[in-house]
């Protein structure tokens, strides 16, 4: 599975590496990451780290395959 994750705001590439096994982009105001999420305990993980993070998690959706 493939997903993206889009946080309010720019994501500085210091932080960006607390997510390698994502790739992003900053654009609009928003930072998007995305890549392969093995399970749901993987993604559940992810918006963890978000939280950990302070950031607002704007939006996440699977990407088609």
Same mark, same amino acid.
């Given at each position: 599975?493939?997903?993206?994750?889009?946080?309010?705001?720019?994501?500085?590439?210091?932080?960006?590496?607390?997510? /390698?096994?994502?790739?992003?982009?900053?654009?609009?105001?928003?930072?998007?990451?995305?890549? /392969?999420?093995?399970?749901?305990?993987?993604?559940?993980?992810?918006?963890?780290?978000?939280?950990?993070?302070?950031?607002?998690?704007?939006?996440?959706?699977?990407? /088609?395959?």
């Amino acid at each position: 599975m493939r997903y993206e994750i889009r946080v309010e705001g720019h994501v500085s590439k210091t932080l960006a590496k607390v997510f /390698p096994e994502l790739d992003h982009v900053v654009m609009s105001g928003q930072t998007v990451l995305f890549g /392969p999420v093995i399970d749901d305990a993987h993604l559940y993980g992810l918006l963890a780290r978000c939280q950990s993070l302070g950031l607002r998690v704007l939006e996440m959706r699977q990407l /088609p395959d």
